[in-house]
Each structure stands twice: as structure tokens, then as C-alpha cells.
């Protein structure tokens, strides 16, 4: 089984400063992982995915991840925000085991302040 | 291409009614999903299509039932709503089943029962 811990509920960050959003993982398998955002009442948008190539990830609007397999982590980055990066953010895991399950975290909040 | 569509955006039921939450894509993928979130939850599967005519329940099929008879369409039924089924639900799909393939979300049904 895999699961999947946002070790934050909330960030808060002002704009123009780093952004840091943590993710552990736990998997009996190689896993795949994502890290997705939601704009308030819109749908999930993929903002990168790691597949087990590079272990630094880049992905869209200037976000990037690092895969660690020995901390189990695959914490999300950006240098600067921006107060349009205000959003929910999903990390999720992905095995497969018959079909690919996709397992999500809780969910953070980033709040971005002028 | 519009991705993956839902319809509707917002709905009310009374308990005991019952309703379809449409879910079409124009991305030729064999894949389709359904997902709920809950309030401070990540996404949790309801149930999944490999192709027309096969389906599965995922991790939270109950009072759910799902039919796949093309390619792009995949309807998600609610028969004798129960104010647990209130809730946002999300349609996804993608291309192959693999854990490292991509979900494309589309932008949800926000549904209350009362």
C-alpha cells in the first residue's frame, strides 16, 4: 500500500520570497509522483511528475521537486512567488498494482501576501 | 481539444433523488476516472474505466454505479442521494493505465444533497 503526508495544512509566504512545500511518501513499489494544483473552484492542473529519470524535476510557472528515496521525499520549490501561485497544492503517488492508483495527500494552502 | 468536460458545474439534490454527472473527453484516451473530495481531503476514487464496456470500482464505489459505452464518455450515477454523497466530483482520464501516466482532470461538479 502507498500513502502519501503534506506535512503542511497552510503556508504563508509574501511575494517575492521562497516558496517550500513538503511531501513524504511511503511505497512498496517504485512509485511515480506528481505534485497537481487547484485554483479555488477550478479543477486539478498537473504542475510536474517525477518517473524515475532525473531526480530534480522541473516543472510549469517556475516550480521544481527534488525525488530523495532516502528521506521518502519529494518536496515542491519555487524561488520566488507570485500571488497568482495562491492555490491548493496535491502531492500524489502513483504504483501499479492491476491499474495505476493514483493515492493524493490533504492537500496545502499556499497564501501568498503582497 | 476541450480536454475533459463536466456538466453540471453546480447541482442540488434532495435526499432520496437521484441524478447522472456527465463526464466526456476529446482526448482519445482509454482511461477514464471518477473521483470525490471532500472538504480538507485529497481526491478519493470512486471508480475507473480501462475502455468502453469494462469498469471497476475503486476505493469508495457505494451508492455509486458507472457505465462506459464509448470511448468518450463516461457517466457517473447517483441513485438514492444521501447527504454523504455531498461532495465536489472530479472526472479524469488518461491515455494508458501505467503509473507513470498523466491524469487529466476535469473541473468538477459541486454537488449538495439536503
Wanted: one cysteine or more; proline letters at 5%; a positive charge.
Amino acid at each position: 500500500a502507498q500513502s502519501v503526508t503534506q506535512l503542511d495544512s497552510h503556508v504563508s509566504v509574501s511575494e517575492g520570497t521562497p516558496v517550500l512545500l513538503r511531501c513524504n511518501y511511503s511505497s512498496s513499489y517504485s512509485p511515480s509522483l506528481f505534485w497537481y494544483v487547484q485554483h479555488p473552484n477550478k479543477g486539478l492542473q498537473l504542475l510536474l511528475k517525477y518517473t524515475s529519470a532525473a531526480t530534480l524535476v522541473k516543472g510549469i510557472n517556475g516550480f521544481e521537486a527534488e525525488f530523495k528515496k532516502s528521506e521518502t521525499s519529494f518536496h515542491l520549490t519555487k524561488p520566488s512567488a507570485h500571488m497568482s501561485d495562491a492555490a491548493e497544492y496535491f502531492c500524489v503517488v502513483s504504483v501499479l498494482s492491476g491499474y495505476s492508483t493514483l493515492t493524493f495527500g490533504k492537500g496545502t494552502m499556499l497564501l501568498v501576501s503582497p | 481539444n476541450a480536454g475533459v468536460t463536466q456538466t453540471p458545474k453546480f447541482r442540488i439534490l434532495k435526499i432520496g433523488q437521484s441524478m447522472t454527472l456527465q463526464c466526456t473527453q476529446d482526448m482519445n484516451h482509454n482511461y477514464m476516472y471518477w473521483y470525490r473530495q471532500d472538504p480538507g481531503m485529497g481526491l478519493k476514487l470512486i471508480y475507473y474505466s480501462v475502455g468502453a464496456g469494462i469498469t471497476d470500482k475503486g476505493e469508495v464505489p457505494n451508492g455509486y454505479n458507472v457505465s462506459r459505452s464509448t470511448t468518450e464518455d463516461f457517466p457517473l450515477r447517483l441513485e438514492l442521494a444521501a447527504p454523504s454523497q455531498t461532495s465536489v466530483y472530479f472526472c479524469a482520464s488518461s491515455y494508458q493505465g501505467s503509473r507513470t501516466d498523466t491524469q487529466y482532470f476535469g473541473p468538477g461538479t459541486r454537488l449538495t444533497v439536503l
